[in-house]
């Protein structure tokens, strides 16, 4: 709670927020935390995926990740109450020091009001945990995800073989080794390659235009770009397989 100089006025003008903020710079920090539990579900999840290990629902990752991003959207939410008092304080300069621990509960409380399941799509780790989640099991061909795309009955070898016109870097014409989606257009280009060619282009003020032959983004950038985790996966899994034939 927020402290004043001693006034016989009362004015708001006096309150310093800087025992607030500090509060909530912490608070930010513990959003990182946050977001790399998302990043470990994640991986289990594809891990799981990868192995084909069953795992109930009741301890799925995609529940641990349903929970992450209800614990992300409600800090986002407090962070915003909070932030929101503060400017109307500052803004509004009452005679009397409201109670501010009221004016910051009632904000959260319309905020969490508004929730709904669509929020989840709003949050970016989590939709691309579902889209990866969704890719991958399509890759190994498991049940649910062939009769929901009719691809029931596809060879394993077949998939990976259809596939891997994706696993070359339009860039460097090689096999990518740490492979980024661009998430506007969907291309994919091995991070290194990309990051360089961005940079490069930015240097002399322009715009870097997506490398693969007929796409139409003209303006790539350092924030349009993620990781990859399911092709990264299909190629390392495929350079296995021709390793053990080799063999």
């Not at 803004?91 to 509960?105: A, G, N, S, T």
Request: glycine share 4%.
């Amino acid at each position: 709670m927020p402290g004043r100089s001693t006034s016989s006025s009362g004015s708001t003008g006096f309150i310093s927020f800087s025992g607030v903020e500090s509060a909530l710079s912490s608070l930010k920090n513990f959003q990182s935390c946050i977001s790399s539990g998302m990043d470990t579900a994640s991986t289990v999840a594809l891990n799981l995926v990868e192995t084909q290990t069953e795992v109930s629902s009741e301890y799925s990752m995609d529940k641990a990740m349903v929970e992450f991003a209800m614990m992300d959207r409600e800090l986002n939410h407090y962070l915003k109450a909070v932030q929101s008092t503060i400017k109307h304080v500052r803004e509004e300069r009452p005679e009397k020091i409201p109670d501010l621990k009221l004016l910051v509960e009632k904000k959260f409380l319309a905020l969490q009001n508004k929730n709904s399941d669509a929020d989840f799509q709003n949050n970016e780790k989590f939709a691309q945990f579902k889209q990866q989640l969704k890719e991958l099991k399509k890759q190994y061909g498991l049940q649910a995800d062939r009769e929901a795309d009719g691809t029931e009955g596809v060879d394993e070898d077949m998939i990976v073989t259809q596939s891997q016109t994706n696993f070359i870097c339009p860039i460097t014409q090689l096999e990518m080794k740490k492979p980024v989606k661009n998430k506007v257009c969907g291309h994919t280009y091995e991070e290194e390659a990309i990051v360089r060619m961005i940079e490069s282009k930015h240097k002399r003020k322009k715009k870097a235009c997506c490398p693969k032959i007929g796409c139409s983004h003209t303006d790539v950038r350092m924030s349009d770009l993620i990781q990859d985790e399911v092709l990264r996966r299909a190629i390392e899994s495929h350079n296995k397989k021709k390793h053990r034939q080799s063999n």
